[in-house]
């Protein structure tokens, strides 16, 4: 039995005939720079998400960076974000000429404990960065009551969360603006990079939309230095081919998460994930304690069954930011028992079963 973590020819194929039409009619187009189908997809998901603002960029990396400009944060400035992310997160915030400043995570929901906020606050505090990690939304309320309070600006990292809704609304629109990644694993891929800026603040969504054409509102009128970080008109094309399936394969990677925690509920030395409300699942990730994650994934291995370790490393770890260890104590042992499921459309019930009866052996 082969069962990868992650699959998405069974996608593809369902796709097949709506993808070679839109790729068909974009390249029929010889428009591939902004244009109609990208205005198009920031319609569609603006209202999908329930936000004023859509704005089609590069990358999530991007969506990050440009969304902090765009919120006025930059040199001298510090940015609250959890150690327990992807290195793009406080990538951006460095790339600015911010500092990130790390705050510790909780252990349970895997993403910043807001009750730690308050005590990394200081005047040079601009903004806090929330990361929905896996899929989970943030604890959003508690964070933007300390945000309100100290007048700091909220960007969430969004990358991971496509469609996740914290409080019945989409994340992404309950901060000052939301960042997307269109990564071809992420919840709502391209099959290419792609990143997406939301917010409802009008002056946020001009400043983005100049930022991603070198600084201009007209051609060769450039007013600031920005970036090219254009979404493609043929990524754009195809994520308007996914966008109207992206709520039921959300739906089918919580059942996905459901019947792995039926499966496994009970097994001594595995933590499993809370299925909380509007969590998407992005990865369905446990936690193998007494020091023998690395084992069980080697065993997993020579099974046939991926999966990943998302994040070894914290990165106040990292020698970029090399702050010493022993200082974020929950990121520093979560990072070494976290274990990422295979998770996706590819897996049927017999693949999960196999991965089941696997995993429970190699503990
Ligand atoms: C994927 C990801 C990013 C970066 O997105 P790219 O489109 O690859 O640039 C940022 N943050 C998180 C949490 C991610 O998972």
């Known amino acids: 039995m082969v069962v990868p973590i992650l699959d998405l020819a069974t996608e593809i194929e369902f796709l097949w005939d709506d993808l070679m039409a839109a790729i068909t009619r974009v390249l029929r187009s010889g428009q591939f720079i902004l244009g109609p189908e990208v205005e198009a997809?920031?319609?569609?998901?603006?209202?999908?998400?329930?936000?004023?603002?859509?704005?089609?960029?590069?990358?999530?990396?991007?969506?990050?960076?440009?969304?902090?400009?765009?919120?006025?944060?930059?040199?001298?400035?510090?940015?609250?974000?959890?150690p327990f992310t992807f290195f793009a997160t406080a990538e951006a915030i460095s790339l600015v000429g911010a500092t990130p400043v790390f705050v510790d995570i909780d252990p349970r929901?895997?993403?910043?404990?807001?009750?730690?906020?308050?005590?990394?606050?200081?005047?040079?505090?601009?903004?806090?960065?929330?990361?929905?990690?896996?899929?989970?939304?943030?604890?959003?309320?508690?964070?933007?009551?300390?945000?309100?309070?100290?007048?700091l600006k909220v960007l969430e990292d969004c990358a991971q969360a496509f469609g996740a809704t914290y409080s019945g609304r989409k994340v992404g629109t309950l901060g000052h603006a939301g960042a997307f990644s269109f990564f071809p694993s992420k919840n709502l891929g391209a099959y290419g990079d792609g990143g997406l800026l939301v917010t409802d603040d009008d002056q946020v969504a001009e400043m983005a939309r100049m930022l991603r054409a070198h600084g201009s509102r007209r051609k060769y009128h450039n007013e600031m230095v920005g970036y090219n970080s254009r979404l493609d008109a043929l990524q754009a094309a195809i994520l308007r081919v996914k966008l109207p399936h992206v709520d039921r394969w959300n739906a089918q990677r919580r059942e996905v998460?459901?019947?792995?925690?039926?499966?496994?509920?009970?097994?001594?030395?595995?933590?499993?994930?809370?299925?909380?409300?509007?969590?998407?699942?992005?990865?369905?990730?446990?936690?193998?304690?007494?020091?023998?994650?690395?084992?069980?994934?080697?065993?997993?291995?020579?099974?046939?069954?991926?999966?990943?370790?998302?994040?070894?490393?914290?990165?106040?770890?990292?020698?970029?930011?090399?702050?010493?260890?022993?200082?974020?104590?929950?990121?520093?042992?979560?990072?070494s028992e976290v274990l990422s499921l295979p998770m996706g459309l590819h897996l049927d019930g017999v693949a999960q079963g196999g991965v089941v009866k696997k995993l429970i052996e190699s503990l």
């Open 257 to 335: 998460a459901r019947r792995y925690n039926q499966l496994l509920d009970g097994v001594p030395g595995l933590v499993l994930p809370e299925i909380t409300e509007g969590h998407v699942f992005h990865q369905y990730t446990v936690r193998i304690l007494g020091g023998k994650r690395d084992a069980v994934q080697q065993s997993l291995a020579r099974a046939g069954i991926g999966t990943m370790v998302y994040y070894p490393i914290p990165l106040h770890r990292l020698p970029v930011y090399g702050h010493s260890e022993g200082s974020l104590l929950e990121a520093e042992r979560v990072a």
């Open 109 to 151: 929901t895997f993403n910043l404990d807001p009750e730690l906020i308050p005590a990394a606050i200081t005047p040079r505090t601009k903004a806090i960065l929330p990361v929905h990690l896996y899929g989970r939304p943030a604890e959003m309320e508690p964070i933007l009551a300390i945000a309100e309070e100290h007048g």
């Open 41 to 82: 997809f920031e319609r569609e998901v603006a209202e999908y998400l329930g936000v004023k603002h859509a704005i089609g960029l590069n990358s999530g990396t991007d969506a990050l960076v440009i969304g902090l400009r765009a919120l006025g944060v930059g040199p001298g400035d510090e940015v609250i974000t959890t």
